[in-house]
């Protein structure tokens, strides 16, 4: 039978053994992540009053539970506003589930390299080197949201696929369909990181009779249930969907062109340079020292696999974007592929590294953590001529319009930024603004309109009211308030109008 084709002598030799417990290194490095998390919660509920885009974004988009939210997928919506009704909405809900979700990344990963390198202690600094990616190390403590979740996914769904090769039992092929569900209800670029990773185990002959399995078609149809009313969202709101495709700045010309291969070569470099820097440097280091590691036996398929994933990953995007036309990448939509850069170094080096080497870059990216962590801290509380989003002095604002006699209605805000930030002061108000022009449960008085810039009421606000109340907004005169940025001398400034209901003609 197909299904008995890898014995379990081989899966040992494949480093795809059951789980072990837990040695010192391990229960060490799962203690470390927790607490280094743990405080990043706290201390950004301390650094900033304020939200930065993301964050503003989901306050806004948070207001209605749904199968779709705008121009990404649903999960991390639900979970925020599970956390939301647990903890009320305020900035400890939002950093505790992304802190969460950055804590399941690295548990995650070093569960995942555990498997290849058969070693708590390798598995934990491989895990450590997640911070030497920029985005993972950087962005995604700084200010990113659904690229956080959809690593989160990659992992599990990674630790799942690897059940399967493992002994392959129809539950671990029913947590891998649940995983691919929901990693494709996380991020739409969750879609690369997996085909990628069923394109190398069918590549390796070892793994393939795990993935060529008539039990996988029962991973995809529940991987499809799961994922379906999302679909039958997006079919009906396909114009919200795509409202923003713009980002990708797709060529409408169908000639060839090497834009989209070299949007992809820039944003591959851009995510792996600083990790291939400290990889290579280390190697070189323990070269000219005198390391000279013997021929390398055959690698396990496991290793084989790890190896392929990226070079794989990155072909399928090279293919995609030169089908669509891509003109631009960013980084943070290649993550599915590239957060296993750290891990194929790894393998590569380890034995020309030596534990010295192994350590020093184990010392490096717990560097990175740290100063990562101090970067948070100097960014929100160092004082600046330009302060950051978060330092916006809402609190202050927010008992400015309470003593004009607005507590609670419905605000329709210039901006997304601006809606999400009165949100969060304005817990129990309803926000509308031009993105995604929510209005969950109907209107109720009083209106706050709020915007920044200009005194005259924007024409999006206007349009808002209007489609809100169905009247034209009446003659209003706006109040200008202003309080000094967070830890700055700068003011902010932010013009309000009260009305106290619907005037219709």
Not at 453 to 479: E, F, H, I, M, N
């Amino acid at each position: 039978m197909v299904d008995n084709a890898i014995g379990p002598a081989v899966i040992a030799e494949q480093g795809l053994a059951r789980a072990k417990a837990l040695t010192t290194p391990a229960v060490w490095f799962l203690v470390a992540i927790t607490v280094y998390f743990a405080l990043q919660t706290v201390l950004r509920v301390l650094y900033a009053p304020s939200v930065s885009a993301d964050d503003a974004e989901l306050l806004i988009t948070t207001q209605s539970l749904d199968w779709g939210h705008g121009t990404q997928p649903p999960l991390y919506n639900w979970i925020q506003i599970a956390a939301f009704r647990l903890f009320g909405v305020n900035l400890f809900a939002l950093s505790a589930i992304k802190n969460l979700l950055l804590w399941v990344i690295f548990a995650a990963g070093f569960f995942v390299a555990r498997r290849p390198l058969d070693d708590d202690r390798k598995a934990a600094i491989a895990a450590l080197c997640l911070f030497l990616v920029p985005q993972i190390g950087w962005e995604f403590q700084r200010a990113l949201t659904h690229s956080v979740i959809v690593l989160a996914m990659t992992m599990l769904t990674l630790l799942a696929l690897l059940r399967v090769v493992q002994a392959g039992k129809t539950v671990d092929y029913v947590l891998l369909g649940v995983f691919i569900g929901l990693g494709c209800l996380s991020k739409y670029n969750f879609i690369i990181g997996v085909a990628a990773m069923l394109v190398c185990a069918v590549t390796i002959t070892e793994l393939r009779p795990k993935i060529i399995n008539v039990r996988l078609l029962l991973s995809l149809a529940i991987a499809a249930l799961i994922l379906s009313p999302h679909v039958l969202w997006t079919v009906s709101n396909m114009e919200t969907v795509l409202g923003r495709t713009s980002k990708f700045k797709a060529e409408e010309s169908a000639s060839f062109s090497l834009t989209p291969l070299l949007a992809v070569v820039e944003a591959t470099f851009q995510s792996v340079v600083l990790p291939c820097a400290v990889f290579l440097i280390a190697a070189a280091i323990a070269w000219f020292r005198g390391s000279r590691p013997g021929p390398h036996a055959s690698r396990p398929p496991v290793q084989v696999f790890f190896l392929r994933l990226v070079p794989v990953g990155i072909g399928l995007i090279l293919i995609g974007s030169m089908f669509a036309g891509i003109g631009e990448l960013k980084e943070r939509w290649l993550i599915t592929v590239t957060f296993a850069v750290p891990l194929a170094l790894f393998l590569l080096t380890e034995d020309l590294l030596g534990r010295r080497g192994r350590n020093a870059i184990g010392i490096v990216a717990a560097a990175c953590a740290v100063l990562a962590g101090i970067g948070l801290g100097v960014m929100y509380l160092l004082p600046r001529s330009i302060p950051p989003e978060p330092n916006r002095p809402l609190p202050v604002i927010a008992q400015d319009i309470r003593a004009l006699g607005y507590q609670r209605g419905t605000i329709i805000a210039g901006h997304t930024r601006l809606g999400g930030a009165m949100k969060l002061e304005f817990s129990d108000s309803r926000v509308v603004e031009p993105q995604y022009q929510m209005l969950p449960g109907g209107a109720a008085g009083p209106f706050l309109l709020v915007w920044t810039g200009d005194k005259t009421v924007p024409s999006q606000v206007s349009d808002l009211y209007r489609q809100t109340c169905g009247a034209d907004l009446p003659a209003v005169t706006s109040k200008e308030l202003s309080a000094p940025y967070l830890h700055s001398s700068a003011l902010w400034r932010v013009n309000v109008v009260l009305i106290d209901g619907c005037t219709r003609s």
